[in-house]
């Protein structure tokens, strides 16, 4: 038996997430159930399937995980499951959700599960709440291998699914080129989609200086010079800095405080970020030395 992990942007205030469990119980009393989060903002696509990206490899193979961020609920989209290179398996809606697993080039195999046929039993007048009545259902039965994958349904093409606009990031000129993918929510890091690998072609190490700045829709938020550190220990309270985050990939952040809420920073795809190394001329401007 595999394990079942459930993603939503429900929250916790009603019953909906504990009715996502119930369902999945009755398939099997003895299944395990995990929440990997139920705090994704409300309609919020974007997050859910970086929040996806972010865990789902620290997972065994066979998990099965069940993400349910759907504004088109009762639409024309599909519902769908795929399986990952590394073999979990995600049920969720064909919105969007599955963004940042197509970049990656994670995916191996699609399948279209059949709203009608594919469902829990007498919820047939009920159209709002395909995350119980769908999802979790379906979700549970892969887990505990009562149905195989195959048995979801007919088998689709990878590159039908929906993807959202996502730009990798690049050197160019010089210039390390990126976008802000994601806040780390609790302490108010942003996570940008720059990995270690540019860092290191660009010849930057720990305690060199970047020059920073972001830009919303083409306009300058923000730019300063920040040091890339191994440690938020290395830079007193209350400093900014650049970092390496879980991912490997460079986060911008303050010493216990939160940049995003100081700086009123966002994140998604309208959220560019560019670093560049700074030479000795720039370092005395800005008094370092």
Known sequence: MNTLVLQTDF???????????????????????????????????????????????????????????DPGVGSQRRSVGIITKNGQVIITPDNGTLTHLINNDEIVEARIID???SRLPHSQESH?????????????????????????????????????????????????????????I????????????????????SG???????????????HNVLQFVRSFAQVDL???????NSLTNLGVAINQDSFSKLYNIGYGSDWKIQLRKVDAEVLKQYGIK
């Not at 119930?22 to 994704?40: S, Y």
């Not at 609790?186 to 190490?205: A, C, D, H, M, Y």
């Not at 209350?238 to 390496?244: D, K, S």
Request: with cysteine.
């Open 208 to 222: 060199q200086y970047f020059y920073i700045s972001i830009h919303h829709k083409n306009i300058r938020v923000y």
């Open 11 to 69: 929250g916790l205030v009603d019953g909906a997430v504990s009715a996502m469990h119930g369902v999945a119980k009755q398939v099997c009393p003895r299944l395990e159930i995990f929440n990997l989060t139920h705090e994704i903002p409300q309609y919020d696509i974007w997050s859910a399937s970086y929040r996806l990206i972010q865990t789902i490899n620290y997972w065994p193979k066979g998990t099965v995980f069940v993400s349910v961020v």
């Open 238 to 244: 209350g400093e900014p800095l650049v970092y390496v």
């Open 186 to 205: 609790r302490f108010g890091s942003l996570w940008t989609n720059i990995p270690l690998s540019l860092v290191k072609e660009l010849g930057i190490s």
């Open 115 to 117: 709203e009608v046929k």
């Open 128 to 184: 709002t709440f395909h995350g119980r009545d769908i999802y979790a259902y379906n979700g549970a039965r892969l887990a505990s291998n009562e149905i195989s994958f195959k048995e979801l349904g007919e088998e689709i093409p990878i590159d039908s699914l929906v993807s959202l606009e996502i730009e990798n990031a690049r050197i160019e000129d010089g210039i390390l080129k990126g976008t802000i993918d994601i806040l780390d």
